[in-house]
Structure formats: structure tokens, C-alpha cells
């Protein structure tokens, strides 16, 4: 209220100044006008007549007048202007009552319950803190600092401090809203709301009790069950195992992934929408039925996957609107599970044919296997074996039988015995039977528990070691007698063995060699025949090394020109037996052999590259002999005689055949340097038969030869080379022409496969003679047999080639006297057949 009398004292003040300032302009212009000048001449002449008035004193009254009426004027405005402000000031007060009576009712709604209000204005760092701060700082003696309740790491968990340092930033920041429920350091529950208000931030902390806390714990569990939910989905989307969840009317809900694999549906909502299944109907309903009866139903099923059918382990839950299910692959287990019962039982089948008595005994001590050899070996009733009797029974009734060897202390040998079940390792013994057999007996323990024994009737052996010593004395007179030098050495390096043509061979004495000497010095003595460091050090290695020992043959020339082929064997015993055979015979021979291949080899190259040569130059010339035959046939050149058209008739014909002669040994010439490739493409049989048949209309009209076409409808097109084609069907058919007889037949024969193509040409000619049957694809060969033929010989040798490159084969049926028919089988996809050969 003062402030507003001080503003109307001021206004007032003002009034009267500028009245002032009016008065004074008001009585400048008056005694600036010229009427004032004529009442002032009037006037003069006044107070002339009345001398005794004073001017200045009548101007001095008349400011007093007009400062009177202004007196008066101010002061009744005055009082008006107190009236009103009076009034004002009473409905400013009436409202100032009224708004903090309103204050005062939200502050006590606001602050009801504990919490704390914080708020920034823009461009404001400092914040105004207002409430209950003991809601969140510890209790002390030391009074609780406003600012303090920014540091949020002295009130709250590390973490949660984070998270509400960038919550307020984003708030202060850019506006973002926030809604936090924390634990204090004091374990409090508490949430913190942060707003965006009339250009402030505003952070609400209050405590949550009651409903609101059970809110929030509710939230925070709907938050973590949403976080599960999320985690189980991505994981069912993303595991390798076809997973789904149907509802209560059967139809799919969810799907992942290898789901609509094995559907075959494009995408997870292709199977959804469609509702495809992987099992078949039987499989569903059976399913169906076992989730209605009980909550769980697990089944081993097959599934059809990528075209391939598979096992598949589906276990499926009932749940409240619906059922879920899962299918793990179990083809390999299946796989696995069957070879191992395959495995087991070719095992016994195996054992089953051992010489050996084998029995297997389990962790109990009980018979679950034999063989017919241990029934045979011990003479038991098969009907007491398959009761599977346990391990001591076994023992006492050979015992009592005597057929197991006589014991001092039948109990500790038998304790003894089946000290095997808690052994780690295989045991080995000698049993020594009363009828005079000798047994090996091996027990071995089980990985699953239990003893394997195996016996071995070794009765046999201990004969045979005694025959041992006959035969080694038949084979010391073997090894002398043999043409090849011999010599074994020991690991160490010493001569254990060796016979006469050893020490022949090389010269040395027969005396020397008893004192077993070492392979160095075995080396000293042959040095003279033979003193090649590399190979003695081979011929060491091979004998005194550990590892690498391996049959190692090497070849040896000496010094007197004779060639020994000298092998290494590795003898059981870790000794090394040396083979000396003097071959120089035989490399002579194989050297002059060589010698002469070499030469062959090199006249056939020569031939290659001569016949390449000439037909290279040849074509030159021929091409332009046939351009200048084409030029003079021109009408344009001018006009012939008859004479002269069918010399260039003549000319015409003998330098294509001549070119086509030259053509095909520049192919065969290509083939065999294996410059030759093909260029595949589709190819339309009928339009190559039309072009390969189009070439010999003029021979066929020539020759009075008709030309007999048999093409199978579907015969369409395959992948290979349009233009070799071609070639393969004018040569087959150009011979065929050239061996049939005037007013004879040409037939040729198309047929489909499924996977190949093959054309047949026939002929009536007079065929093909036994003895040529073998040579009628090699070059330059040609046989007229009574025919017209008069050919290069290159023509079948081209088909082969080309048939053979394409991956196909000829076969060629001939009767002497009847004709021959060529058939040239091509594989429909080229490309295909090429690539599985790669």
C-alpha cells in the first residue's frame, strides 16, 4: 500500500510542474501578443493616471490567483486520486489474502506427505530446494545441507546415482520427462518424478508406502517379466530348434525361425498367416490327444526338412489357452544309436567267430556274453551259459569238473583271480590244464564295470616254437643260397646276419663279417667300389634310425660300371635287412629302350608340327584359288562359255574338299596339342541336323542316294557346341554317303533320353571288314572295300575326338556286305557332366 501512496505523491508532484510550466508559458505569450501590448499601452496610461500603482505588484497578484486556482484544482484531484487508491488498495489486499489462502492450501496439500520439490529456472545453475530433506539424507547432528541433496551418490546406490544424474541432465537439457523408483542408502523406497514446467525443471522425490509402492513394486516386477519375456522370445526366435505356441483352437501363435524352415515358408508371418505345420496329421492328432490327457507329451517323430526326412524329438506343454512345443534333431542320435546297436552286434558276431574263447562278465559278476569258442573250449551246457550265471559259479564248476588247473588254495587263487574287477589295466596268465592244453588267459576290464576274459588255447604255439629253431636253420641255408645279397643289421648298427653273395658282391671276408662289423665300417671296405657319401648316409639312416622306417629302395652304379638295386626292409625286431641285386643287365636294356621311345616320341612331335605346318600353308593358297573362283563366277566379271563355268565348277569342288581336308587336320592338329575348346551353348538338334544335311544336297542328287530322316519329336535342344555338332553329323553322314551304292539309302536316326542325346547313321554299303574294325578311327586310315570312297581317313578320326570331348562315345556296328551303322552318344547337360567330372 505505501508503495502505491508514494506512486500517487510522485504522479501529484509531477501534475503541479507541469501546471507550473503552463502558468509560465501562458503568461510569456500574453505579453508577447499585440493585444497585450494595446491594454499594456492602455494600461501604461492607467497607472500613469493612477501613478500611485505598482506594476510588479499587480503581476505578483496575478500569479498568486492562478497558483490558488491551481491549489484548488490539485487539491480536489488529490483527494479523488486517494479515494481511488483507497479503493484500489483495499481490492489489492482482498486478493493478496485470497491467493495466500490458496497458498497455503496447496502448500499443506503439496506437502501432506514427505517429499521434496526441486526446480531450476532457465539459465539459473542454482536450484530451489523445498521439503523434507531427512527423507533422504542420513539423521546426524550436523544440519542437513539443501545443496547437499544434488550429490545423489551420498543418498543412493552408485548405480541408481548414475542413472538419476542423467535423468535430471536430459531434463534440464532437453525436456525429457522422467519416473524413477530407487532405494536410498537408508533403504527407503522413494520415486523420483521429473517435469518440464513453465519454462523450469522440476524434480518431485517423495516417499512410496502403501498403494503406491506396491504400484511400483508391481512395475518393476512387470518391467523384469517383460525383460524375460523379451530374453525367452529372442532366444525361441534365435535357437537353431524349430519352436512354436499354438492357441486354443489350434492355430499357430508363435513361430521362429527354423519353424518356417522346415515349412518351406518364406518368412515367420508366411507360416503364421498360412498356419503351416511340420508334422503330418496322425502325428498332430496324436499329440493332441496326449496333451489333453496329461500336461506334458514328449514323442520321437519324423519331419520332412529341406526335402529330407529326419528325426526329430518333440516335446510339447500344455498350457492354459494353448500348448508349446519344441522339436530337437535327433537324426544323428538315431544314426548314432543304430550304428551302435549295428556295431554291437557285428561285434558279436565277430567274437562269435574268434578261435578265441571270449566271455563278458558285468559289475555283478555275471555272464552277459560268450562265444561259441569259450562254450567249446570248457564243454558247458549252452542252457547253464544263457541262465548267466555269475564269475565264481562258472569257476566252481570247472573245478569240480577238473578242467581248470589244480590249485593249493582253490579261494586265494579265485580272490586273486577277480582282483580284474578293480584293476585299471589288461592281466595276463598261463593256465596249465589237467588234459594237457595250455591256456593264455587275458582278463580285461570293462570301461562300464565288469571283465572281459579272453582265452587262447596256446597249446599250438609252444609247438611251434619248438619247430622255430628247424626253420631258422632252413632259412640260414636259404639266405646262402640265394642269388641276392644279403645282410641284416641290429638298431645298433651291426651286421647280425648276411649271406655268401654279400661278401662277394663287395669283395669282403667272409671272417671280417662274423665280427659283426658296424655299418661304418662296412663303408670303409665298399669305399672302393662305391663311395657316394649321400647314399651311405641313406643306407645309415634307414638302418640305425627310429622313426621313417620305411621300405626305401635305391639305386647304386659303382665304379666298376655294374648297377645294383639295393633295398632297405625294417624288420619286426627293429633290425634292417639290405638287399643287393645286380640289375646292370637290365639297365642296359632299359636304357636302349628309353633311348628309342625318347626318338619316337620325338619323330610323332615332329610329324605333328610338320602336318600343322603344311596345312597352315596350304590354306593360304586356297583360300584365295576359292576367292578368285568366286570372283570370276560373278556375272559382274563377266560373261564364260560353258567350257569355262565347269572348270570353275571343277576348281570349286576340288579346293573345298582340299580345304576341308586342310580344316580337319588343323583340328586334329589343335586336339592333340590341347589347344582345343569347346564353346557351349543350347543347341537346337533340328536346326544343326538341317544345317549338317544341307552341305551334301548335291552329292546326294549327284549320286542318285536318297536320305531317310527319323527324328524323335522331342528331341528340342541340350548344352554343347553348335558347331562341332555340326561337323560330328556331316562327316558321319558325308561317309555314309560315300560308301552307299547308286539309288541306295542314307538313314539317320535322333533319339532322347532321359540324359542323353544320340544320332545313328546307317549306310547299305558293303560294311566294314573284320581285320579294319580296330583301326577305322586312326588317322589317314581309309579302306574303300568296292566302294566310291576316296577320303583322307580324318573324317571318324574328327568324330571321335569331338564325340569323346563333348563326353559322349561312338560305337560303331558293322556286317560285311550289309552296311554299317555309327552311333555318337552326347550327354544332354554338358555343363553339368563337365563340372562333376572337375
Not at 28 to 55: C, I, K
Not at 657 to 665: G, R, V
Not at 743 to 750: C, F, R, S, Y
Request: hydrophobic share 40%; charged share 25%.
Amino acid at each position: 500500500m505505501s508503495g502505491v501512496v508514494g506512486g500517487m505523491r510522485r504522479t501529484l508532484l509531477s501534475c503541479i510542474s507541469i501546471v507550473r510550466v503552463g502558468i509560465g508559458s501562458l503568461v510569456a505569450s500574453l505579453v508577447a501578443s499585440p493585444s497585450f501590448a494595446r491594454e499594456r499601452g492602455q494600461l501604461d496610461g492607467t497607472f500613469a493616471a493612477f501613478g500611485d500603482v505598482n506594476r510588479q505588484e499587480l503581476a505578483t497578484l496575478t500569479v498568486a490567483a492562478a497558483v490558488l486556482g491551481f491549489s484548488v484544482v490539485a487539491a480536489i484531484l488529490l483527494m479523488r486520486t486517494r479515494v481511488r487508491a483507497s479503493r484500489v488498495e483495499a481490492q489489492l489486499l482482498s486478493e493478496n489474502q485470497a491467493l495466500q489462502a490458496e497458498s497455503d492450501r496447496f502448500r499443506a496439500l503439496l506437502f501432506a506427505e514427505p517429499q521434496i520439490l526441486i526446480s531450476w529456472h532457465a539459465g539459473d545453475d542454482r536450484p530451489d530446494i523445498s521439503g523434507d530433506l531427512s527423507l533422504v539424507m542420513p539423521h546426524g547432528s550436523q544440519p542437513i545441507v539443501q545443496q547437499r541433496i544434488l550429490a545423489f551418490g551420498t543418498w543412493l546406490h552408485p548405480e541408481q546415482a548414475l542413472e538419476m544424474d542423467h535423468a535430471v541432465d536430459a531434463l534440464r537439457e532437453a525436456g525429457e520427462g522422467f519416473r524413477l523408483n530407487m532405494a536410498t542408502a537408508t533403504g527407503r523406497n522413494i520415486e523420483a518424478l521429473g517435469r518440464a514446467i513453465g519454462g523450469q525443471a522440476i524434480v518431485r522425490i517423495r516417499e512410496l508406502s502403501g498403494l503406491r509402492l506396491e504400484v511400483a513394486e508391481t512395475n518393476i516386477q512387470f518391467q523384469r517379466l517383460r525383460e524375460e519375456t523379451e530374453a525367452l522370445r529372442a532366444f525361441a526366435a534365435a535357437i537353431p530348434m524349430p519352436v512354436w505356441a499354438r492357441r486354443g483352437n489350434g492355430s499357430l501363435s508363435f513361430a521362429n525361425a527354423a519353424y518356417a524352415r522346415i515349412a518351406d515358408a518364406s518368412t515367420v508371418g508366411d507360416a503364421l498367416d498360412r498356419n503351416l505345420e511340420i508334422l503330418d496329421r496322425d502325428d498332430r492328432t496324436a499329440m493332441m490327444q496326449g496333451l489333453a490327457k496329461e500336461s506334458a507329451y514328449a514323442a520321437r517323430l519324423p519331419i520332412v526338412s529341406g526335402g529330407q526326412r529326419r528325426i526329430f524329438d518333440v516335446h510339447a506343454l500344455a498350457l492354459k489357452d494353448g500348448s508349446a512345443g519344441i522339436a530337437v534333431d535327433a537324426t544323428e542320435a538315431e544314426a548314432l544309436s543304430s550304428a551302435l546297436e549295428r556295431m554291437t552286434e557285428a561285434h558279436r558276431r565277430v567274437l562269435d567267430q574268434l578261435s578265441s574263447g571270449v566271455a563278458v562278465f558285468d559289475e555283478n559278476r555275471r555272464l552277459t556274453f560268450y562265444n561259441d569258442s569259450y562254450r567249446r573250449l570248457w564243454d558247458l551246457d549252452p542252457a547253464f551259459l544263457d541262465c548267466h550265471p555269475d564269475d565264481s559259479g562258472i569257476l566252481d564248476k570247472l573245478r569240480v569238473e577238473r578242467k581248470i588247473p589244480e590249485q593249493p588254495d582253490f579261494r586265494a587263487w579265485k580272490t586273486k583271480l577277480f582282483e580284474a574287477y578293480r584293476a585299471l589295466e589288461p592281466a595276463k596268465d598261463s593256465w596249465y590244464l589237467p588234459d594237457g592244453r595250455a591256456l593264455s588267459v587275458v582278463t580285461t576290464p570293462n570301461p562300464e564295470g565288469g571283465v572281459t576274459y579272453l582265452f587262447d588255447d596256446v597249446t599250438e604255439s609252444l609247438k611251434l616254437a619248438r619247430q622255430n629253431d628247424g626253420l631258422i636253420r632252413v632259412q640260414r641255408e636259404t639266405l646262402d643260397n640265394l642269388a641276392e645279397a644279403v645282410a641284416v643289421f641290429g638298431s645298433n648298427g651291426r651286421a647280425q646276419l648276411f649271406n655268401p653273395p654279400f661278401a662277394r658282391m663287395w669283395k669282403l671276408s667272409t671272417e671280417d663279417l662274423q665280427a659283426q662289423p658296424h655299418i661304418e665300417t662296412i663303408r670303409e671296405w665298399c669305399k672302393p667300389l662305391f663311395d657316394d657319401e649321400a647314399t651311405w648316409g641313406i643306407l645309415k639312416a634307414a638302418i640305425t634310425g627310429i622313426d621313417d622306417r620305411n621300405t626305401a629302395p635305391t639305386r647304386i652304379e659303382r665304379k666298376d660300371g655294374s648297377v645294383l638295386d639295393c633295398t632297405t626292409m625294417p624288420l619286426p625286431d627293429g633290425a634292417t635287412m639290405l638287399t643287393f641285386q645286380d640289375v646292370t643287365d637290365s639297365v642296359n636294356v632299359e636304357r636302349a629302350l628309353r633311348e628309342r621311345n625318347e626318338a619316337l616320341v620325338a619323330a610323332d612331335q615332329m610329324k605333328i608340327d610338320f602336318v600343322h605346318h603344311v596345312s597352315y600353308e596350304l590354306r593360304s593358297p586356297l583360300t584365295t584359288i576359292i576367292g578368285f573362283v568366286h570372283f570370276l563366277s560373278d556375272p559382274a566379271t563377266g560373261p564364260m562359255t560353258l567350257k569355262q563355268s565347269e572348270y570353275l565348277s571343277y576348281i570349286t569342288t576340288s579346293t573345298n574338299a582340299l580345304l576341308a581336308i586342310t580344316d580337319n587336320i588343323l583340328d586334329l592338329a589343335t586336339i592333340d596339342a590341347g589347344a582345343m575348346k569347346l564353346n557351349l551353348g543350347p543347341v537346337d538338334l533340328r536346326k544343326t541336323i538341317e544345317e549338317a544335311t544341307a552341305g551334301l544336297q548335291d552329292r546326294l542328287v549327284r549320286e542318285n542316294i536318297n536320305l531317310d530322316l527319323d527324328i524323335d519329336a522331342n528331341l528340342g535342344r541340350f548344352v554343347a557346341d553348335e558347331h562341332r555338332i555340326v561337323q560330328v553329323l556331316y562327316n558321319l553322314l558325308a561317309n555314309a554317303v560315300s560308301f552307299s551304292p547308286s539309288n541306295g539309302t542314307v538313314h539317320l536316326q535322333a533319339r532322347r533320353s532321359e540324359d542323353r542325346i544320340s544320332f545313328s547313321v546307317s549306310d547299305s554299303g558293303p560294311g566294314i571288314p573284320e581285320d579294319f574294325k580296330d583301326r577305322v578311327f586312326d588317322r589317314f586310315e581309309s579302306h574303300a572295300n568296292g566302294s566310291r570312297h576316296r577320303g583322307a581317313g580324318l573324317g571318324l578320326s574328327l568324330v571321335r575326338s569331338f564325340v569323346e570331348m563333348h563326353g559322349g562315345k561312338v560305337l560303331v556296328d558293322s556286317v560285311v556286305g550289309k552296311g554299317t551303322t555309327v552311333t555318337c552318344e552326347f550327354p544332354v547337360d554338358q555343363t553339368a557332366q563337365r563340372n562333376a567330372a572337375e
